[in-house]
């Protein structure tokens, strides 16, 4: 029942809004406007914030992050997963699943190690468009009437 702050890796946030667990919607305090790398969660209430994830230009390529969906069950394991269909709200099968998760980062408690142990150190992912292909050929498969038809890349 104690506030905490809550840092945000290689993202900056912006409260949007308070939701007390009574349902009372309270506007962002004037200190906490603007985007930020940490913000306060009281107890007994959600914080809505909207996220910029920030993308690092390095000499070198990022690998994409290609792990289970829930590191912590079996691939095609089930249990923990509760999907719901967007579009009509019918129950929707999830499985655990390698998932390409691209950029991942995290949000944590800051500096208290025994709440980040914890669960209160959660990972994040950023979708970054692929790069456009390059150097790419085409060779067209036969001529006049013994032509294939098939193009090749």
Request: overall charge negative; aromatic content about 6%; glycine content about 8%.
């Amino acid at each position: 029942m104690d506030t905490h702050a809550i840092h945000f890796h290689l993202f900056n946030v912006q409260i949007v809004n308070r939701v007390g667990w009574d349902g009372m919607i309270k506007p962002a305090l004037p200190q906490e406007l603007g985007w930020k790398e940490t913000v306060i969660m009281n107890p007994l209430e959600d914080v809505i914030v909207a996220l910029r994830p920030l993308t690092m230009t390095l000499p070198w390529k990022l690998p994409n992050s290609i792990r289970a969906l829930d590191v912590t069950m079996p691939i095609g394991s089930t249990v923990g997963f509760t999907g719901v269909n967007p579009s009509d709200n019918t129950p929707l099968a999830v499985s655990n699943v390698l998932t390409k998760l691209r950029l991942e980062y995290v949000w944590h408690l800051r500096h208290l190690l025994g709440h980040e142990e914890n669960d209160m150190m959660r990972p994040m992912s950023v979708a970054v468009a692929p790069d456009a292909p390059s150097g790419l050929t085409v060779t067209h498969l036969g001529n006049g009437s013994a032509s294939t038809g098939r193009t090749v890349l």
